[in-house]
């Protein structure tokens, strides 16, 4: 097979790939079980420890405070709790920018954390109660390992009590309604979802669902499949939310589930049911490692691509945090990756180069048997087989290293397009952020040419010569759109490719010539 139609075909494929990665990403993931319920009872303890000790009086007269706030701050992120329905009003991620402001996952005028409380046979919808404080630690900024706020509210001869606790260098927050009448369950309420954090919002958009997770799977509900209505789910799940690309903010606990619909930008809004008023929450960004120490399977909310690439996924990422231990710019990291790659691949590329020159000295041989049986296909099928086997030749054996570069591009291309690491990532120059589109085209440009190079190089049959010309414009056009990391490793890779296409050429010339002398 000739080394230009091999490569349309590469590329035929990486279309097809990359279609199906925009319009029909999987709905579900096979997960393993998990327990869920550590974080839940620790909240528990502290709970119980505080309304024992402490000696704040619950206050039994509750004033309209409609504009009170109760700030919180960590070194993880900052908010703000209302005590009109006694939800979470702004929340701020201290190390985490938007593009153009501080990142906020709660939208402008809104709140998450809303609740509806079921009691007996009926349901106390407490968005609108008034809550007041009844106790607040030192917690703006948290000086101690864990610290709370507690707010009550009574509706009707009820009194109700949220308690949040925040914990030192983690994004979870431990939450607890109570009251002074048995909760047989509670539904939490992100009435206005959550907000689209990247300047790219259509992009950010193509990942916004609502997630749960069971014991056996993560089941997806992205917003671009909902179509009008309200969507409803039930069952048992350890955790539930709402993500975008590269944030999530979600319920730890006894999920029972969830509905969902459309609000008008098309994101979503979501209720989340659960046993008891007991959960954690989690808002955050969907980093692997954090997300795997949490031991309750949203480790499994990345997209690292299809099943079968997912392992090269997670070890190429394993490989980028080792190395960032001693590289800081990722750029240079993903140079360091195709170098790597190019040696891994050497003694491989050399054995196709080997074929394929064998495959070129038989062409005159291959010539003389198309002459020969040029009415009898089948016959010259069986003929040129037997050719290859008496000259010790595999045609295939020119394919590997494409067909095993196919599953590491795939699984670079899916770290790159959603990796928290990676977002607003600079490498040098114009190049502010290897996850986006090179913003002047510079590189997808310089690998359309360096592709020019490779093919020219390697051009073994005439009549292809047009493919040449084709691959690289096809290949520059197709790599416009796609992030900077992932154009500037096809670069370095085509670049040393070239120069490891010299050193195999000059290597199998001597080599050759011995051989005729």
């Known amino acids: 097979m000739n080394n230009n139609l091999r490569m349309f075909i590469l590329f035929g494929v990486i279309i097809l790939v990359f279609g199906y990665y925009a319009y029909f990403a999987p709905k579900t993931i096979n997960v393993v079980s998990v327990d869920t319920t550590a974080v839940a009872a620790e909240a528990e303890k502290k709970v119980t420890d505080m309304t024992e000790n402490t000696a704040i009086p619950v206050k039994t007269d509750f004033a309209l405070q409609d504009t009170a706030v109760y700030d919180f701050e960590t070194s993880f992120y900052k908010g703000t709790i209302a005590s009109l329905s006694g939800g979470i009003s702004r929340f701020n991620l201290s190390q985490f920018k938007s593009f153009d402001s501080a990142l906020s996952l709660v939208p402008d005028e809104s709140k998450i954390m809303k609740l509806i409380v079921n009691v007996g046979n009926q349901k106390y919808d407490l968005s609108n109660a008034n809550f007041s404080l009844v106790y607040k630690g030192d917690i703006c900024p948290l000086r101690s390992e864990k610290d709370s706020i507690v707010l009550v509210a009574k509706v009707d001869s009820i009194t109700f009590t949220r308690t949040y606790i925040f914990t030192k260098d983690s994004y979870i927050i431990a ?159 993903i140079i360091i990756i195709s170098i790597l790659l190019i040696l891994i691949f050497s003694p491989l590329t050399f054995k196709s180069y080997g074929s394929m020159r064998k495959m070129q000295m038989l062409q005159p041989e291959m010539e003389q048997l198309k002459k020969k049986y040029e009415k009898d296909p089948q016959r010259l099928n069986q003929e040129t087989m037997n050719l290859y086997k008496k000259s010790k030749v595999n045609p295939f054996t020119g394919c590997l290293p494409m067909f095993i570069q196919m599953p590491v591009f795939f699984a670079l291309y899916a770290i790159l397009r959603t990796t928290i690491e990676l977002r607003y990532a600079p490498f040098a120059f114009w190049i502010t952020d290897l996850a986006t589109k090179d913003p002047y085209y510079v590189l997808p440009i310089l690998t359309g040419a360096t592709m020019f190079v490779s093919q020219k190089l390697s051009l073994t049959d005439q009549s292809q010569k047009m493919m040449v010309y084709i691959m690289p414009i096809m290949i520059t056009f197709l790599f416009l759109s796609l992030p900077a990391g992932i154009n500037l490793y096809w670069l370095i890779y085509n670049l040393l490719s070239v120069v490891q296409q010299m050193v195999i050429k000059k290597m199998l010339n001597k080599e050759t010539g011995v051989q005729n002398g």
Do not use: C
Not at 280 to 294: A, Q, T
């Open 175 to 333: 939450h607890r309604v109570s009251a002074t009448a048995d909760i047989e369950s509670a539904e939490y309420l992100f009435d206005n979802g959550i907000s689209l954090t990247e300047k790219n919002q259509k992009d950010d958009m193509q990942y916004y669902a609502v997630d749960a997770y069971s014991l056996t799977n993560v089941i997806k509900t992205k917003a671009k499949s909902v179509k009008s209505g309200e969507i409803s789910m039930s069952g048992n799940y350890s955790w539930m939310g709402i993500q975008t690309k590269y944030f999530f903010s979600g319920l730890i606990g006894e999920g029972k589930g969830y509905s969902a619909g459309l609000l008008a930008d098309q994101r979503l809004y979501a209720k989340f049911a659960f046993e008891s008023g007991l959960v954690s929450l989690y808002m955050g960004p969907i980093d692997y490692r954090i997300l795997k120490s949490m031991n309750n399977g949203m480790e499994k909310i990345p997209d690292f691509g299809w099943s079968i690439i997912q392992p090269i996924s997670k070890f190429i990422l394993g490989v980028i945090h080792f190395l960032h231990k001693f590289v800081p710019n990722y750029g240079v990291i």
